[in-house]
C-alpha cells in the first residue's frame, strides 16, 4: 500500500486548508497524524473505513473535519480555523486492520510521507 500526502502549505491564523491522501488500496480505517519540529508525532483525526465513525483530539476537535471516498481512494482532511500550533508535517495512514484503535500510532502500517503546514500569526 502506498499512500501520498498533499494539500500542504502556507496560510494565515484563522484560514482553511484541505489535506488530501491518496492510496493506492483503500482498505481499513485511516487517520492523519502531524508533527511539529522539535516534537513527537501526535493523534489528530482518523476514520472506519465506510467513514462513518470518526475520531479527533481535543486541540482540532470542532475544527477539523476528516472524510474519505473510497470510489476515490482518498481521504481528506478539512482544516478550519487554523491557528498557529497548527504549523506541522502532516501525515496520513492506513490501519494494519478492522477494529484496532484508530488513535494509536502503532495501530497503522502503512504511511505517506508528509505533507508540511505552515500558519503564519
Known amino acids: 500500500v502506498q499512500l501520498q500526502a498533499s494539500g500542504g502549505g502556507l496560510v494565515q491564523a484563522g484560514d482553511s486548508l484541505r489535506l488530501s491522501c491518496l492510496a493506492s488500496i483503500s482498505k481499513y480505517g485511516m487517520g492523519w497524524f502531524r508533527q511539529a519540529p522539535g516534537k513527537g508525532r501526535e493523534f489528530v483525526a482518523a476514520?472506519?473505513?465506510?467513514?462513518?465513525?470518526?475520531y479527533y483530539a481535543d486541540s482540532v476537535k470542532g475544527r477539523f473535519t476528516i472524510s474519505r471516498d473510497n470510489n476515490k481512494n482518498t481521504m481528506y482532511l478539512q482544516m478550519d480555523s487554523l491557528k498557529s500550533e497548527d504549523a506541522a508535517v502532516y501525515f496520513c495512514a492506513q490501519a494494519k486492520a478492522y477494529g484496532v484503535d484508530l488513535m494509536q500510532e502503532g495501530s497503522y502500517e502503512y504511511w505517506g510521507q508528509g505533507t508540511l503546514v505552515t500558519v503564519s500569526s
Open positions: 476514520c472506519s473505513w465506510s467513514g462513518a465513525t470518526t
